[in-house]
DNA sequence: GTCTATACTTCGATAGAC
DNA sequence: GTCTATCGAAGTATAGAC
């Protein structure tokens, strides 16, 4: 649906409107999605607030575009990740991202009352823990085993879960055994994911290395 | 600290001071923290909005009052789940509970930007982490066994984190292999946690059964 | 596409009568 | 402790000239 109700204004692709969503990313990451505002963001993004509305009919709308934008650099990280030399690994480093980490939670603030960005966050997710659960067949099957229980599914639920956990209390200030848990972590990626390129300790060596360089 | 920078007005315990409390924290469940507002937590308390500043200095302030009377409560059945017959399935309840979840994300959020809400929270999650590791460890020691690797409070980090989990899960509609780990969760409840009570299947007898209804 | 100007609403917080 | 009344600032969004 191009033109729901209002077909007042169109919004192409402009500079000012990645300025906007630029400044809108930055707001939300430094302050909260509170501090998103007609005048802040215009403000921020050094254009006149009358922009914003021309632009994005809503805030709301500034949101999703600002979300959006986010999660398809993401879900690319991600499938990078999954057809990476090293899936584990690669997973592992997406997810625990610092940066990601106040915007999620902002967003997930937000789409707890918000209709719009509560469905476009539930696709996100369901596309993002599918490359998390591929990248884990990836390397299930190269050690040539098969999962049961838990199935395959249930133990990507589990493993993604950790990087995240790690995040939020790292939001909250408990460090509590974090060095222990990362060290565990990676010795387990150490142990099961595939080899790293030049390591002798491979074993299983039909892994084709298509790496792509970032 | 009774009166540390403006004394203009006290604020002792009273019946509308309740009635802001409960107004404010049921907006934040409902539509997130950005519509406690002085004149929307009033009419939702049913008093003169001018009372809200009356009894709390500023809207922070009342924000700290909802999440200190949250904190009390949650902290005080976590302490129950410690004490009680089984304490893993006790604080694997206390932690699922759905209707804190989305205040806890608030204040997640919320903590993100507010210094005073920040500290508060910090120390409020390193006792309720406490007390977890005290639940794990009443069990362990009933078990007879030793934890090394990973620790203790590794392992109180480990466990904690997959009830949270799956309710981010739940906030964002991510529902597949829910009932399996869940079903994962309730065996190994079974297996490792203390006896339940009338349960023939114990294999260590000295557990104090001291428990409290609520 | 971008600007000025503005309509309308709601905000936090306070003063002062009762 | 509670009320009426209000200040000044900030919010979303739009109209219309350029």
Redesign the interface.
């Known amino acids: 649906m191009p033109a729901p109700t209002k077909p007042r204004r169109g919004a192409p692709e402009s500079k000012t409107r990645i300025a906007l969503v630029n400044a809108a990313m930055k707001l939300i990451v430094?302050?909260?999605?509170?501090?998103v505002t007609t005048r802040r963001v215009a403000a921020e993004a050094g254009v006149n607030p009358a922009l914003v509305h021309y632009h994005f009919r809503t805030i709301d709308d500034l949101f999703l575009a600002v979300f959006r934008r986010g999660a398809e650099a993401n879900l690319a990280r991600m499938q990078a990740a999954v057809d990476g030399p090293q899936p584990l690994r690669g997973v592992w480093e997406v997810m625990s991202e610092p940066r990601d980490t106040?915007l999620t939670?902002?967003f997930?603030?937000?789409?707890?009352?918000r209709k719009a960005i509560?469905s476009e966050?539930?696709a996100y997710?369901?596309r993002f823990?599918e490359l998390q659960e591929q990248a884990l067949a990836r390397v299930v099957q190269a050690h040539g085993v098969t999962l049961d229980?838990?199935?395959l599914?249930?133990l990507?639920?589990?493993l993604s879960?950790?990087p995240?956990?790690l995040a939020?209390?790292d939001?909250?200030?408990?460090h509590?055994?974090?060095g222990?848990?990362l060290a565990?972590v990676e010795e387990y990626l150490e142990r099961y994911d595939l080899p790293a390129v030049g390591d002798p300790s491979a074993d299983d060596g039909d892994a084709e290395p298509g790496h792509q360089a970032d």
């Open positions: 430094d302050e909260g999605y509170a501090a106040g939670l902002e997930l603030a937000l789409a707890n009352h509560r966050l539930a997710s369901a823990r229980k838990p199935s599914p249930a990507t639920l589990l879960g950790l995240r956990i939020m209390d939001a909250v200030g408990l509590r055994s974090r222990e848990v565990l």
